[in-house]
């Protein structure tokens, strides 16, 4: 077998748009012994699962399970289970991932109507409302929370608000926000929620927490038409997650250890500690970015704290940055996505990753590799900034 | 925390429908750091996968990757990356997981031509020809290898060449086939085939291995249609296991770790020696279990190794059988699905469970709870019959 050798990948600190770094407690859960399916002893982390998920989704809707799948299943899962032939749905898209909901539901038969914004931009609420009120019957309006491709947080309080009174459902994107920033499903009004395991959550990808409001349950139960996947049908999926215990597929048993775990260390962490945590981490780096030279994608006052766009200067080679800070600090962070590559670093700071001495190496590594192809920095100069930033912030 | 315990799931000897029971290489595997899914050290183990399904598979196809989902979800990335609406496919329907195939199928806008069989007998291949020579332009021919649901051992050899003579192409389930029994996808010519990691492969259930032949993907570029699952869309997913490394979806890195060394382990203990192994003990389990005085599901001469479906004798209650299994002796045996649900058991041999000493326990355990019941078994029996087998076979 010298042509497949042992697995040894290398340590990295991970400080790209996810995954992020896995807490030794989840990696030591993920390790313990694989059970049927249907076994009690699953069935009842199954249980716990479901509650804990609650806690994290600040929700009391019953349909709150981990999906089969990474985020972007999650995202299949709700729209296919809410979208019919002909549907008519309003997604805002300024970024890579609006533009994959917009994507998605069109492959669903929905007939899509398009809110654009420029990528670094919010998508307005008022815009998002004409939308509304220009379709005839609108079944749903989506919206990314935590724009991974821009660094964008975009507002959603009043969206749930908004779509019930055109009769619309809610449907929230919260794969980079979910465990980073508050995600309120019950007080926001969210009829539809999905996010992936691998940010805040702090486990490794593979499960895709989903949360169905009990309005978007009977959208559900009223289908006309069968929900066009078998996977992802949450109607025969409640049934294998809820009290009927019905074998639908294989649930991946090591992944659901994980979740378990990493929920626990969440809600042992408090979701206000947490997202304070977040968000001083971030302020420092954005703070030491800047005070870099460095300018940041998003707009002002719609910044993510987990997930930081910085514009790659003039001159500057992208790649070689990136490959430099792997190589030589094990640091990996993300290239830009669609429109932006070649144009952004995306620094993400979430889950376990986001902590103090992070921040400092990301600084510092930047910090090392831009001068080495030549850019002009204040040595220094960021590090002082995330300090005083810590400072003020304590 | 005190609602929410330590794991510790019961160590199980899983003689199930699958999960199987996971090497401790494997198990050390799923350890190894988390890097990201676009990482230099990821991209060398993702191509190694790719080579390792080729030989498991036993095939040249280019498009050959683990699908990030379980089972299910190879099955749904066959039919809906090949279907569009209207087309006609053909679909053995013989057990549960023929049924699955046709309301799956259906659901992505197939009209359906169901080849019924009963339940524990093949679907004979002149009754699929029928079907095709009916239909005016049939798209494809799907049907189960090793149906979980019956035990049933489909032959396949012979359905390439006649899907292709009749301009259809040729659908593979084998969820509960790879790994315990030869699937040839070039001999056979087979054109989509998918199957799972926690059976035969003997990895935790997390991934849906599938390969695609050149002429399966011919079809994938001429389609009019957008494939309706934008997370199952091949075309997009070989841009990221392919040279382009194009981001579609964060690959669950862990769970790629474990069917890495899972495969790793397959290709070292060689695949004639592994097809042997699971034949010499399940010819032992089944002349133990008929020796017992039980009878199988599945019709004489076409019964699989791998999974052993035996009918609950009558006057036994079969949900107290598997308790008590459970219970005392830490043994999982299936139940039965659909029509076969409370009339028999399912008793699987699989990768790693597929081991003389399960075949002994499992007969012992068996033995002893049907006594407990007052069934008259002439006790040991079951024992000798086994190990008369392996004499034989040795």
Known sequence: MASFPELQPSARVLLGPGPSNVHPRVMKAMLSPVVGHLDPDFVSVMEDIKKLLRMVFQTSNEITFPVSGTGSAGMETALANLIEDGDEVVVGVNGAFGERLADAAGRLGAKVHRVEAPWGQIVETERLESALRAASHPKLVAVVHAETSTGVYQPVEELGELAHRYGALLVLDAVTSLGCVPVEIDRWQIDACYSCTQKGIGA???????????????????????????????????????????????????????????????????????????????????????????????????????????????????????????????????????????????????????????????????????????MEIARGAALVAADNSYTRAA
């Not at 775990?261 to 979701?271: C, D, F, S």
């Not at 500690?273 to 005070?291: E, S």
């Not at 080679?317 to 932006?340: C, P, Q, S, T, Y």
Request: charged residues 20%; glycine residues 8%.
């Open 204 to 374: 490794p990808p593979g499960l895709a927490p989903v949360t169905f409001s009990e309005r978007a349950m009977e959208t559900v139960r009223a289908r006309k038409q069968k929900c066009r996947s078998w996977y992802f049908d949450v109607a025969m999926i409640e049934r294998y997650w809820g009290p009927d215990r019905l074998y639908h597929h294989t649930a991946p048993i090591s992944m659901n250890y994980a979740i378990y775990e990493a929920l626990r260390i969440v809600v042992e962490e408090g979701l206000e500690a947490r997202f304070k945590r977040h968000a001083a981490n971030a302020a420092a780096l954005q703070a030491g970015i800047q005070a870099m030279g460095l300018a940041l994608a998003a707009q002002p006052g719609y910044r993510l704290p987990q997930l930081t766009a910085v514009q790659v200067p003039d001159g500057i080679d992208d790649a070689k940055v990136r490959a430099d800070l792997l190589r030589m600090f094990n640091l990996e962070i993300g290239a830009g996505l669609g429109i932006f590559k070649g144009k952004v670093w995306r620094i993400g700071l979430m889950g376990e990753s986001s902590r103090r001495e992070n921040v400092m190496l990301a600084l510092n590594a930047l910090e090392t590799v831009l001068a080495a192809q030549g």
